[in-house]
Protein backbone atom coordinates (compact mmCIF):
# COMPACT_ATOMS: atom_id res chain seq x y z
CA UNK A 1 0.00 0.00 0.00
CA UNK A 2 0.87 3.54 -0.75
CA UNK A 3 -0.11 6.44 0.58
CA UNK A 4 -3.63 7.48 -0.19
CA UNK A 5 -5.30 10.94 0.53
CA UNK A 6 -8.55 9.90 1.84
CA UNK A 7 -9.63 14.11 3.07
CA UNK A 8 -8.00 16.88 2.04
CA UNK A 9 -4.32 17.07 3.59
CA UNK A 10 -5.25 13.76 5.81
CA UNK A 11 -3.39 10.36 4.12
CA UNK A 12 -4.07 6.89 5.26
CA UNK A 13 -0.60 5.55 5.20
CA UNK A 14 -0.77 2.18 6.92
CA UNK A 15 -0.19 -1.04 5.99
CA UNK A 16 -2.11 -3.77 4.34
CA UNK A 17 -0.89 -7.84 5.78
CA UNK A 18 -2.51 -9.73 2.97
CA UNK A 19 -0.68 -13.14 4.04
CA UNK A 20 -1.88 -13.49 7.98
CA UNK A 21 -4.53 -15.69 8.49
CA UNK A 22 -4.49 -15.99 12.41
CA UNK A 23 -4.86 -13.46 14.94
CA UNK A 24 -5.00 -12.70 18.57
CA UNK A 25 -2.52 -15.57 19.69
CA UNK A 26 -4.20 -17.95 16.67
CA UNK A 27 -8.15 -17.61 18.67
CA UNK A 28 -9.18 -15.24 15.61
CA UNK A 29 -9.00 -16.77 11.75
CA UNK A 30 -8.44 -13.53 9.04
CA UNK A 31 -9.20 -15.50 5.84
CA UNK A 32 -9.03 -12.55 4.22
CA UNK A 33 -5.78 -10.69 5.92
CA UNK A 34 -6.39 -7.48 7.45
CA UNK A 35 -4.33 -3.58 7.26
CA UNK A 36 -2.79 -2.15 10.13
CA UNK A 37 -4.49 1.56 9.27
CA UNK A 38 -2.75 4.97 10.47
CA UNK A 39 -3.51 8.45 9.28
CA UNK A 40 -1.40 11.28 8.47
CA UNK A 41 -2.92 14.69 9.06
CA UNK A 42 -0.57 17.44 7.57
CA UNK A 43 -1.42 21.21 8.70
CA UNK A 44 0.67 23.82 10.29
CA UNK A 45 1.65 21.13 12.90
CA UNK A 46 1.53 17.30 11.67
CA UNK A 47 0.26 14.72 13.60
CA UNK A 48 0.14 10.80 12.69
CA UNK A 49 -2.28 9.36 14.05
CA UNK A 50 -1.36 5.47 15.71
CA UNK A 51 1.17 3.54 13.88
CA UNK A 52 1.12 -0.09 12.83
CA UNK A 53 2.14 -3.40 13.28
CA UNK A 54 6.12 -3.97 13.99
CA UNK A 55 7.20 -5.47 11.06
CA UNK A 56 5.61 -3.06 8.82
CA UNK A 57 7.67 -0.49 9.93
CA UNK A 58 9.61 0.07 7.09
CA UNK A 59 6.56 0.55 4.98
CA UNK A 60 4.44 2.63 7.18
CA UNK A 61 7.66 5.10 6.77
CA UNK A 62 7.93 5.13 3.26
CA UNK A 63 4.44 5.95 3.05
CA UNK A 64 4.57 8.94 5.17
CA UNK A 65 7.87 10.07 2.83
CA UNK A 66 5.46 9.95 -0.10
CA UNK A 67 3.51 12.80 1.96
CA UNK A 68 6.25 14.52 3.95
CA UNK A 69 9.67 13.98 5.66
CA UNK A 70 9.38 11.84 8.43
CA UNK A 71 11.39 14.17 10.57
CA UNK A 72 8.50 17.15 10.45
CA UNK A 73 5.78 15.23 12.48
CA UNK A 74 4.97 16.76 15.63
CA UNK A 75 2.63 14.67 17.28
CA UNK A 76 2.25 10.75 17.08
CA UNK A 77 -1.62 9.74 18.31
CA UNK A 78 -1.37 6.71 20.06
CA UNK A 79 -5.18 5.62 20.52
CA UNK A 80 -3.99 1.92 21.71
CA UNK A 81 -1.60 0.68 23.09
CA UNK A 82 -1.56 -3.14 21.65
CA UNK A 83 0.88 -4.01 19.15
CA UNK A 84 -0.62 -4.14 15.69
CA UNK A 85 -0.81 -0.26 16.20
CA UNK A 86 1.99 1.09 18.28
CA UNK A 87 4.72 -1.73 17.14
CA UNK A 88 6.31 0.46 14.75
CA UNK A 89 6.40 3.78 17.42
CA UNK A 90 10.03 3.20 18.42
CA UNK A 91 11.14 2.90 14.55
CA UNK A 92 8.86 6.21 13.96
CA UNK A 93 10.04 7.99 17.18
CA UNK A 94 14.13 7.57 16.54
CA UNK A 95 13.32 9.58 13.42
CA UNK A 96 11.36 12.22 15.15
CA UNK A 97 12.53 12.12 18.68
CA UNK A 98 10.93 15.70 19.39
CA UNK A 99 7.52 14.52 18.17
CA UNK A 100 5.31 14.76 21.22
CA UNK A 101 3.31 11.28 21.64
CA UNK A 102 -0.09 12.01 23.27
CA UNK A 103 -2.53 9.32 24.80
CA UNK A 104 -4.35 8.41 28.03
CA UNK A 105 -2.72 7.75 30.89
CA UNK A 106 -3.13 4.17 30.89
CA UNK A 107 -1.69 4.49 27.00
CA UNK A 108 1.02 6.20 28.48
CA UNK A 109 2.09 2.94 31.10
CA UNK A 110 1.49 0.86 28.46
CA UNK A 111 4.05 1.95 26.17
CA UNK A 112 6.37 2.45 28.67
CA UNK A 113 6.32 -1.12 29.88
CA UNK A 114 6.21 -2.48 25.78
CA UNK A 115 9.06 -0.24 24.90
CA UNK A 116 10.63 1.77 27.44
CA UNK A 117 10.75 5.18 25.64
CA UNK A 118 12.30 8.29 27.07
CA UNK A 119 9.59 10.16 25.10
CA UNK A 120 7.77 13.20 25.88
CA UNK A 121 4.45 12.31 26.38
CA UNK A 122 1.31 13.95 26.96
CA UNK A 123 -1.67 12.79 28.73
CA UNK A 124 -4.90 13.59 27.55
CA UNK A 125 -8.74 13.09 28.71
CA UNK A 126 -12.21 13.40 27.30
CA UNK A 127 -12.73 17.03 26.14
CA UNK A 128 -8.80 18.00 25.24
CA UNK A 129 -8.06 19.22 22.41
CA UNK A 130 -4.63 19.93 20.46
CA UNK A 131 -4.42 23.01 17.77
CA UNK A 132 -3.05 21.87 14.33
CA UNK A 133 -3.68 24.74 12.63
CA UNK A 134 -6.29 25.14 10.73
CA UNK A 135 -7.66 21.77 12.33
CA UNK A 136 -7.49 20.75 15.78
CA UNK A 137 -7.87 16.84 17.33
CA UNK A 138 -10.34 16.29 20.05
CA UNK A 139 -10.05 13.18 22.10
CA UNK A 140 -12.64 10.99 24.07
CA UNK A 141 -11.42 8.06 26.33
CA UNK A 142 -12.68 4.78 25.52
CA UNK A 143 -11.44 2.51 27.97
CA UNK A 144 -12.29 -1.26 27.47
CA UNK A 145 -12.89 -0.86 23.78
CA UNK A 146 -11.44 -2.84 24.04
CA UNK A 147 -8.01 -2.24 26.32
CA UNK A 148 -8.17 0.06 29.51
CA UNK A 149 -5.65 2.38 27.46
CA UNK A 150 -8.21 3.10 24.59
CA UNK A 151 -9.18 6.04 22.97
CA UNK A 152 -10.78 7.86 19.73
CA UNK A 153 -9.41 10.21 18.14
CA UNK A 154 -11.63 13.27 16.55
CA UNK A 155 -11.28 15.94 13.83
CA UNK A 156 -14.59 18.75 13.96
CA UNK A 157 -13.27 20.43 10.99
CA UNK A 158 -13.66 17.22 8.81
CA UNK A 159 -15.76 14.96 11.24
CA UNK A 160 -13.33 12.46 10.72
CA UNK A 161 -13.46 10.39 13.75
CA UNK A 162 -10.04 8.02 14.28
CA UNK A 163 -11.66 5.27 16.89
CA UNK A 164 -8.82 2.44 16.59
CA UNK A 165 -9.86 -0.87 17.35
CA UNK A 166 -13.95 0.08 17.26
CA UNK A 167 -15.87 -0.31 13.99
CA UNK A 168 -12.86 -2.19 12.00
CA UNK A 169 -12.77 -5.31 10.12
CA UNK A 170 -10.04 -7.71 9.37
CA UNK A 171 -10.32 -7.60 6.02
CA UNK A 172 -7.35 -6.72 3.72
CA UNK A 173 -8.17 -4.73 0.46
CA UNK A 174 -6.38 -1.97 -2.49
CA UNK A 175 -9.31 -0.05 -2.16
CA UNK A 176 -9.57 2.56 1.25
CA UNK A 177 -13.39 2.77 1.90
CA UNK A 178 -16.09 0.46 2.42
CA UNK A 179 -18.55 1.66 -0.90
CA UNK A 180 -16.06 0.54 -2.73
CA UNK A 181 -15.89 -3.58 -1.38
CA UNK A 182 -18.13 -6.29 -1.49
CA UNK A 183 -20.61 -5.20 0.91
CA UNK A 184 -21.69 -8.80 1.98
CA UNK A 185 -17.48 -9.55 2.81
CA UNK A 186 -17.61 -5.90 4.72
CA UNK A 187 -20.60 -7.00 6.92
CA UNK A 188 -19.38 -10.26 7.47
CA UNK A 189 -16.36 -8.90 8.61
CA UNK A 190 -17.34 -6.23 10.51
CA UNK A 191 -19.55 -8.32 12.25
CA UNK A 192 -17.30 -11.33 13.01
CA UNK A 193 -14.69 -8.56 14.59
CA UNK A 194 -17.57 -7.40 17.35
CA UNK A 195 -18.30 -11.18 17.55
CA UNK A 196 -14.93 -12.10 18.46
CA UNK A 197 -13.62 -9.70 19.96
CA UNK A 198 -15.76 -7.10 21.40
CA UNK A 199 -19.08 -9.17 22.07
CA UNK A 200 -18.44 -9.62 25.87
CA UNK A 201 -17.68 -5.46 26.73
CA UNK A 202 -21.46 -4.87 24.69
CA UNK A 203 -22.66 -3.11 28.04
CA UNK A 204 -19.07 -0.56 27.61
CA UNK A 205 -20.03 0.17 24.22
CA UNK A 206 -23.52 0.53 24.75
CA UNK A 207 -22.89 3.56 27.28
CA UNK A 208 -19.67 4.74 25.07
CA UNK A 209 -21.96 5.24 21.97
CA UNK A 210 -24.77 6.73 24.15
CA UNK A 211 -21.81 9.37 25.37
CA UNK A 212 -20.53 9.68 21.63
CA UNK A 213 -24.45 10.21 20.59
CA UNK A 214 -24.72 13.03 22.92
CA UNK A 215 -21.66 15.35 22.19
CA UNK A 216 -23.51 15.76 18.95
CA UNK A 217 -21.03 15.95 17.19
CA UNK A 218 -21.18 15.16 13.39
CA UNK A 219 -19.39 12.48 11.74
CA UNK A 220 -18.96 11.91 8.32
CA UNK A 221 -16.07 9.42 8.07
CA UNK A 222 -15.02 6.43 10.44
CA UNK A 223 -11.60 5.67 10.06
CA UNK A 224 -11.06 2.32 12.07
CA UNK A 225 -7.45 0.52 12.48
CA UNK A 226 -8.12 -2.35 10.52
CA UNK A 227 -10.21 -2.54 7.53
CA UNK A 228 -11.65 -0.06 4.98
CA UNK A 229 -12.73 3.39 6.11
CA UNK A 230 -16.54 3.95 6.30
CA UNK A 231 -17.52 7.96 4.63
CA UNK A 232 -21.06 6.97 3.37
CA UNK A 233 -23.66 6.04 5.62
CA UNK A 234 -21.09 5.95 8.60
CA UNK A 235 -23.67 5.83 11.06
CA UNK A 236 -24.96 2.54 10.26
CA UNK A 237 -21.69 0.84 11.85
CA UNK A 238 -22.51 2.77 14.77
CA UNK A 239 -26.24 1.34 14.55
CA UNK A 240 -24.91 -1.85 14.16
CA UNK A 241 -22.95 -2.08 16.85
CA UNK A 242 -25.50 -0.58 19.25
CA UNK A 243 -28.03 -3.53 18.38
CA UNK A 244 -25.35 -5.80 19.05
CA UNK A 245 -24.23 -4.38 22.12
CA UNK A 246 -27.88 -4.59 23.32
CA UNK A 247 -27.98 -8.26 22.21
CA UNK A 248 -30.43 -7.89 19.78
CA UNK A 249 -30.98 -11.51 18.40
CA UNK A 250 -33.05 -12.76 15.27
CA UNK A 251 -34.96 -16.14 15.00
CA UNK A 252 -32.17 -18.56 14.03
CA UNK A 253 -30.58 -21.15 15.85
CA UNK A 254 -26.70 -22.33 15.82
CA UNK A 255 -26.23 -26.52 16.39
CA UNK A 256 -22.38 -26.98 17.52
CA UNK A 257 -21.40 -30.31 18.22
CA UNK A 258 -18.49 -32.54 18.55
CA UNK A 259 -19.11 -36.32 17.97
CA UNK A 260 -16.69 -39.39 18.66
CA UNK A 261 -18.04 -42.30 16.30
CA UNK A 262 -20.89 -40.66 14.57
CA UNK A 263 -23.63 -41.00 16.65
CA UNK A 264 -24.20 -37.47 18.45
CA UNK A 265 -23.59 -35.82 14.79
CA UNK A 266 -26.44 -38.11 13.78
CA UNK A 267 -28.61 -36.74 16.67
CA UNK A 268 -27.52 -33.04 15.25
CA UNK A 269 -28.45 -33.72 12.17
CA UNK A 270 -32.25 -34.80 12.56
CA UNK A 271 -32.32 -32.34 15.71
CA UNK A 272 -31.76 -29.39 12.68
CA UNK A 273 -34.53 -31.42 10.22
CA UNK A 274 -36.83 -30.37 13.06
CA UNK A 275 -35.91 -26.64 13.36
CA UNK A 276 -35.89 -26.66 9.57
CA UNK A 277 -39.24 -27.71 9.54
CA UNK A 278 -40.25 -25.73 12.07
CA UNK A 279 -39.33 -22.78 9.82
CA UNK A 280 -36.60 -21.11 11.75
CA UNK A 281 -33.10 -20.60 9.94
CA UNK A 282 -30.27 -22.66 11.38
CA UNK A 283 -26.57 -23.40 10.74
CA UNK A 284 -24.86 -26.45 11.83
CA UNK A 285 -20.99 -27.01 12.76
CA UNK A 286 -18.86 -29.82 13.48
CA UNK A 287 -16.53 -27.80 16.17
CA UNK A 288 -13.63 -30.29 15.52
CA UNK A 289 -13.92 -30.13 11.54
CA UNK A 290 -14.91 -25.99 11.83
CA UNK A 291 -13.57 -22.56 12.32
CA UNK A 292 -14.49 -21.04 15.74
CA UNK A 293 -14.37 -17.82 14.16
CA UNK A 294 -17.05 -18.24 12.29
CA UNK A 295 -19.53 -20.33 14.64
CA UNK A 296 -19.33 -17.33 16.75
CA UNK A 297 -20.15 -14.96 14.38
CA UNK A 298 -23.34 -16.86 13.56
CA UNK A 299 -23.68 -16.88 17.00
CA UNK A 300 -23.86 -12.58 17.84
CA UNK A 301 -27.49 -12.58 16.32
CA UNK A 302 -28.93 -16.03 17.01
CA UNK A 303 -31.31 -16.25 19.64
CA UNK A 304 -30.90 -19.87 20.48
CA UNK A 305 -28.07 -22.49 21.02
CA UNK A 306 -27.85 -26.27 21.05
CA UNK A 307 -25.23 -27.45 22.25
CA UNK A 308 -24.19 -31.32 21.72
CA UNK A 309 -20.71 -33.37 22.51
CA UNK A 310 -19.94 -37.21 23.27
CA UNK A 311 -18.77 -38.18 26.30
CA UNK A 312 -15.29 -39.11 27.21
CA UNK A 313 -14.26 -39.59 30.62
CA UNK A 314 -17.15 -38.54 31.97
CA UNK A 315 -17.03 -35.33 30.49
CA UNK A 316 -17.56 -33.59 26.87
CA UNK A 317 -14.97 -33.93 24.25
CA UNK A 318 -11.77 -31.60 24.22
CA UNK A 319 -12.31 -29.75 21.33
CA UNK A 320 -16.08 -28.97 22.85
CA UNK A 321 -14.91 -27.95 25.86
CA UNK A 322 -12.25 -25.28 24.33
CA UNK A 323 -15.12 -23.95 22.17
CA UNK A 324 -17.19 -23.58 24.91
CA UNK A 325 -14.93 -22.32 27.40
CA UNK A 326 -14.21 -19.28 24.50
CA UNK A 327 -18.31 -19.21 24.47
CA UNK A 328 -18.15 -18.83 28.23
CA UNK A 329 -15.82 -15.43 27.82
CA UNK A 330 -17.95 -13.63 25.54
CA UNK A 331 -20.95 -14.12 28.12
CA UNK A 332 -23.74 -13.84 26.09
CA UNK A 333 -26.81 -12.57 27.01
CA UNK A 334 -30.30 -12.78 26.16
CA UNK A 335 -29.84 -16.04 24.46
CA UNK A 336 -32.00 -19.50 24.92
CA UNK A 337 -29.43 -23.19 24.96
CA UNK A 338 -30.16 -26.78 25.47
CA UNK A 339 -27.85 -28.95 25.30
CA UNK A 340 -27.62 -33.09 23.52
CA UNK A 341 -24.92 -35.93 23.11
CA UNK A 342 -24.73 -39.44 23.15
CA UNK A 343 -22.99 -41.48 25.99
CA UNK A 344 -21.70 -45.33 26.39
CA UNK A 345 -21.57 -46.86 29.80
CA UNK A 346 -21.91 -43.56 31.67
CA UNK A 347 -23.21 -40.12 30.57
CA UNK A 348 -21.58 -36.71 31.63
CA UNK A 349 -20.80 -34.70 28.94
CA UNK A 350 -24.31 -33.20 29.10
CA UNK A 351 -24.17 -32.26 32.02
CA UNK A 352 -21.02 -30.75 32.16
CA UNK A 353 -22.43 -28.29 29.43
CA UNK A 354 -25.43 -27.42 31.35
CA UNK A 355 -22.86 -26.84 34.27
CA UNK A 356 -20.71 -24.39 31.93
CA UNK A 357 -23.96 -22.41 30.40
CA UNK A 358 -25.67 -22.00 33.58
CA UNK A 359 -22.42 -20.55 34.86
CA UNK A 360 -22.10 -18.26 31.79
CA UNK A 361 -26.05 -16.98 32.30
CA UNK A 362 -27.48 -18.61 28.80
CA UNK A 363 -31.00 -19.48 29.77
CA UNK A 364 -31.52 -23.32 29.55
CA UNK A 365 -34.88 -23.55 27.54
CA UNK A 366 -35.35 -27.38 27.61
CA UNK A 367 -33.95 -30.62 29.47
CA UNK A 368 -31.23 -32.47 27.65
CA UNK A 369 -31.79 -34.88 25.27
CA UNK A 370 -28.92 -38.15 25.72
CA UNK A 371 -28.84 -41.26 23.77
CA UNK A 372 -26.97 -44.23 24.22
CA UNK A 373 -24.42 -45.10 22.06
CA UNK A 374 -26.15 -45.06 18.25
CA UNK A 375 -29.97 -43.79 18.51
CA UNK A 376 -32.64 -45.96 17.24
CA UNK A 377 -35.66 -45.21 15.42
CA UNK A 378 -37.61 -44.37 18.48
CA UNK A 379 -34.63 -41.94 19.57
CA UNK A 380 -33.77 -40.81 16.18
CA UNK A 381 -37.92 -39.16 16.19
CA UNK A 382 -37.09 -37.52 19.61
CA UNK A 383 -33.86 -35.66 18.24
CA UNK A 384 -36.55 -34.78 15.30
CA UNK A 385 -39.03 -33.34 17.94
CA UNK A 386 -36.44 -32.05 20.08
CA UNK A 387 -35.51 -29.81 17.37
CA UNK A 388 -38.91 -28.90 16.33
CA UNK A 389 -39.28 -27.89 20.09
CA UNK A 390 -36.80 -26.00 20.70
CA UNK A 391 -37.58 -23.91 17.60
CA UNK A 392 -40.86 -23.42 18.56
CA UNK A 393 -39.41 -21.78 21.94
CA UNK A 394 -37.45 -19.28 19.10
CA UNK A 395 -40.72 -18.43 18.33
Not at 257 to 263: L, N, P, V
Not at 288 to 315: P, Q, V
Not at 317 to 339: D, M, Q, T
Request: glycine residues 6%; hydrophobic residues 40%; contains cysteine.
Amino acid sequence: MSAIKILPDIYSVGAADWNVRTFHGHTYSTKRGTTYNAYLIVDEKIALVDTVYGPFAKELIENIREVIPVEKIDYVIANHVETDHSGALPEVMKLCPKAKVIGTQKCKEGLFKHYYGNWDFQVVKTGDKISLGKRELAFIEAPMIHWPDSMFTYCPQEELLMPNDAFGQHIATSERFADEVDPCALWDEASKYYANILWPLGAVIARKIDEVLKMNIPIKSIAPSHGVIWRKEPLKIVQAYAAWARNETKPKVVVAYESMWGATQMMAKKIVEGIIDAGISVKLYDVAASDRTEIINDMLEAKGFLFGSSTHDNDMLPNFAGFLEFVRGLAPKNRIASVFGSYGWAGGAAKEIETVLKETGIELAMPSLTVKYVPDEAETKRCYDFGRDFAARIK
